[in-house]
């Protein structure tokens, strides 16, 4: 059973940066998919960023292209999420997410039965 834990969340005003992090218990696949999605009150979940475990290309929703970065450390079996120029549409639950095998759409990735979710952690931007 995988465990994913995030840290990381928290309050601050726009134009900040907070960094999330997601540790996952085991991993012992030849291909491994994390990524963020995220969840402001009223709306649906939305893909926001993910990557292949060692690979080098990630995805990214539009509306984060410039200000997030997702990054990876294999080692620690670790995703993490840096977001700058933080804005208050920002805000929202965010949960990290695994899924074995390569990356593919938000869409997939949101609905496949075998995406494992954290726990989810709270991002609150004022403005």
């Known amino acids: 059973q995988v465990q994913l834990v995030e840290s990381g969340g928290g309050s601050v005003q726009a134009g900040g940066s907070l960094r999330l992090s997601c540790a996952a218990s085991t991993l012992s696949y030849s291909s491994i998919c994390m990524g963020w999605f995220r969840q402001a009150p009223g709306k649906e979940r939305e893909g926001v960023a993910t990557?292949?475990?060692?690979?080098?290309?990630?995805l990214y929703a539009d509306s984060v292209k410039g200000r997030f970065t997702i990054s990876q450390d294999n080692a620690k079996n670790t995703a993490y999420l840096q977001m700058n120029s933080l804005k208050p549409e920002d805000t929202a639950i965010y949960y990290c997410?695994?899924?074995?095998?390569?990356?593919?759409?938000?869409?997939?990735?949101?609905?496949?039965?075998?995406?494992?979710w954290g726990q989810g952690t709270q991002v609150t931007v004022s403005s």
């Open positions: 997410a695994m899924r074995f095998g390569a990356c593919d759409s938000f869409t997939v990735m949101a609905t496949s039965v075998s995406t494992y």
């Open positions: 990557i292949l475990m060692g690979g080098r290309t990630p």
